[in-house]
C-alpha cells in the first residue's frame, strides 16, 4: 500500500486524486502490537483504572477501488491504565469478512463508492465492525454503522471472541450506535435495512438475552446512525435523508435528502410493543448522533448533534468528488422537546458552533444531564477534530481545550473518579495524533476543567489513523473486577 506521510488536504486530493482518508493522520497502520512502559509527561491519576478503547476503519489489503473511509476493516486501538501505568494494544476486529480476506490474500469486496457486481453473492458490502464500540455484560462489542454483526471482544486482550448472538435470542442485525443503561445493565439496540418494516428495534436484558424485540414500521428504507433512550422511553429516528430510489432500482447507491419530507422521532416506552410508538414531526434534517435524553414532565427532551447541511455538496470534481462530499460534516447541538401529552414538537439550537462526537458521563444517560463533551471540527477539509469542547447543554456555553497545531484528537469518553462528587467529577480521555512527529499522544484532561489542558500526556511511539468511535471501561467493571 503507498503511504503518504502528509496529509492531504480538499483541493490536493480533488486535483492529484491522492485519497486523504489513507494519507497524513488517516494512514493505515499494519502492525497489532502491545506496549508498556510508555513515557509519561506529567502523572497519570492514580485513580485513574479502566481501558479506553477506541475503533475505526484500517484496511489490512490495498483497496481495490476507490476507497471511502467507512469501508475499512474495524481495528480497535486501547490503553489499559492501571497504577498509573499505561499499556497499548490494538487489533484488527476479526469479522468473517476479514478472516475470508485474509486468507484470500486480497480484498474480496470493493468500497461503498464503487459498483457492488463482483463482491460476495449475498454480500454487496463488508461487514467490517469498524464504527463503534461500547461495553455491556463483561464485553466489548464492536458494531457497524450500516447494521451488521455484533462482534464481541475481550476488553483487556482485544481478541475477538465471535459474532456476538446474545444466546441465540438474536434475530436481526444491530446498527453502529446501541445504548446500555448502566443503571438496569440493559442494552437496547436497533437495525434498518431495506426490507419492510425497515426497522426493528429490541432490547437486550442484563443476563445477555434479547427479551424485547418488535418491528418499526416506516415508510420506507432510511439511514438512521443513532438512537436514544430515557429511563422510561426509547427514540428511534426516521429521518429525510435515504438511498435515491432510481439510484436503488439499479442497484447503485446515491444519497438523497428530501427537503420536503419531515423529520419523524418515534418515543416508545423501553418495552413497548409496535403499537406503542409515537411519532413526533420535526423539520427535515440529518443526525448522526444523540448526546443525552430525558423524561421531563409532559416532554421527552432529546439533545443531539444535528447536521447543518445534509446534501453532499457537489462542488469538487475527479474521482474522488463522491468520497470528498460526503466527508464534510457540519453539525451543531440542537434540543427537541416531544410533549407526551399534546403530540407537539418544539425545537431550538443550543449552540451553532460546528462540533460533533459527543460523549457525556455514561451514568446519567438517559436522565436530565448538564454536560457534553464534543470534538469541534477543524475547518480543514477532510474530518479532523481541532479541539474537545465541554458543553452546558442547558446554556449553550462551551469550554475549550485546543489541541495545538498540526494536533488532531479523537472521540473523548468520559471516565468517572471512583466515589465522584458531580457529574463531571472524572477524565476525559483522548488519542491526539501529532502530524509532526507521526505519532499519537494520549491525553487525559479533568472534566471539570478542560482548559487547563491535560493533566498528563502519555506518549505513544506509533500512529493511531483518525477513526470513530470510543468508550471506557471502568477498572472494576472488567473481568476479574479489578483494573
Ligand atoms: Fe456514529
Not at 445534509?310 to 474522488?320: F, H, M
Not at 474537545?388 to 489541541?403: I, N, P, Q, R, S
Not at 488532531?408 to 467529577?425: I, K, M, N, T, V
Not at 489542558?453 to 483518525?466: A, E, F, H, N, T
Request: charged fraction near 25%; include cysteine; hydrophobic fraction near 35%.
Amino acid at each position: 500500500m503507498t503511504l503518504h506521510v502528509d496529509r492531504i488536504d480538499l483541493a490536493t486530493a480533488a486535483e492529484t486524486g491522492v485519497n486523504p482518508y489513507l494519507a497524513g493522520p488517516y494512514t493505515p497502520t499494519h502492525d497489532e502490537l502491545t506496549l508498556g512502559d510508555l513515557e509519561v509527561v506529567g502523572e497519570i491519576p492514580a485513580d485513574l483504572n479502566g481501558v479506553y478503547v477506541r475503533n475505526g476503519p484500517n484496511p489490512q489489503h490495498e483497496p481495490d477501488g476507490r476507497y471511502h473511509w467507512f469501508d475499512g476493516d474495524g481495528m480497535v486501538h486501547a490503553v489499559h491504565i492501571a497504577d498509573g501505568q499505561a499499556t497499548y494494544r490494538n487489533r484488527w476486529v476479526r469479522t468473517s469478512g476479514f478472516e475470508r480476506e485474509r486468507e484470500a490474500g486480497a480484498p474480496l469486496w470493493k468500497g461503498i463508492i464503487e459498483p457492488p457486481a463482483g463482491n460476495p453473492p449475498g454480500e454487496p458490502e463488508k461487514d467490517t465492525a469498524n464504527t463503534d464500540v461500547l461495553f455491556h455484560n463483561e464485553r466489548l462489542l464492536a458494531l457497524w454503522y450500516r447494521a451488521g454483526k455484533p462482534y464481541a471482544l475481550d476488553p483487556v486482550t482485544l481478541e475477538t471472541l465471535g459474532a456476538e448472538d446474545f444466546d441465540g435470542t438474536l434475530r436481526c442485525e444491530v446498527s453502529a450506535h446501541a445504548k446500555a443503561d448502566e443503571r438496569t445493565g440493559e442494552l437496547m439496540f436497533f437495525d434498518y435495512g431495506t426490507k419492510r418494516p425497515y426497522m426493528r428495534y429490541g432490547v437486550v436484558s442484563p443476563q445477555g438475552v434479547v427479551s424485547h424485540f418488535i418491528g418499526v414500521d416506516l415508510p420506507g428504507p432510511r439511514l438512521p446512525h443513532d438512537m436514544a433512550i430515557t429511563a422510561r422511553h426509547s427514540i428511534l429516528m426516521d429521518l429525510p435523508l435515504y438511498n435515491d430510489p432510481e439510484a436503488a432500482r439499479h442497484g447503485r447507491f446515491k444519497l438523497f435528502f428530501d427537503r420536503d419530507m419531515p423529520s419523524r422521532f418515534g418515543v416508545i416506552p423501553r418495552f413497548g410493543a409496535s403499537c406503542k410508538i409515537r411519532w413526533f414531526e420535526a423539520a427535515p434534517c440529518f443526525i448522526y448522533h444523540s448526546v443525552n435524553a430525558w423524561d421531563e414532565g409532559d416532554e421527552v427532551v432529546l439533545d443531539v448533534c444535528r447536521v447543518k447541511q445534509p446534501e453532499p455538496r457537489n462542488d469538487l470534481a475527479g474521482p474522488l468528488a463522491n468520497v470528498l462530499s460526503y466527508l464534510r460534516l457540519d453539525a451543531h447541538m440542537h434540543r427537541y422537546r416531544f410533549n407526551l401529552r399534546t403530540g407537539k414538537t418544539v425545537e431550538q439550537t443550543i449552540d451553532d458552533d460546528n462540533s460533533e462526537f459527543p460523549s457525556i458521563n455514561n451514568r446519567v444517560l438517559g436522565t436530565r444531564s448538564r454536560y457534553a463533551y464534543n470534538m469541534h471540527i477543524s475547518p480543514e477539509s477532510t474530518l479532523l477534530f481541532d479541539g474537545l469542547m465541554k458543553y452546558d447543554v442547558h446554556t449553550g456555553a462551551a469550554e475549550t481545550h485546543w489541541f495545538g497545531d498540526g494536533r488532531w484528537g479523537s472521540e473523548a469518553p468520559f471516565a468517572p473518579r471512583p466515589g465522584a462528587d458531580g457529574e463531571d467529577d472524572g477524565y476525559l480521555v483522548s488519542y491526539v495524533y501529532d502530524e509532526r512527529e507521526g505519532r499519537s499522544d494520549v491525553e487525559v484532561l479533568d472534566a471539570r476543567d478542560v482548559t487547563a489542558g491535560p493533566l498528563c500526556r502519555i506518549k505513544l511511539p506509533v500512529r493511531v489513523p483518525i477513526g470513530f468511535h470510543a468508550t471506557w471501561v471502568p477498572g472494576e467493571k472488567l473481568p476479574g473486577g479489578s483494573a
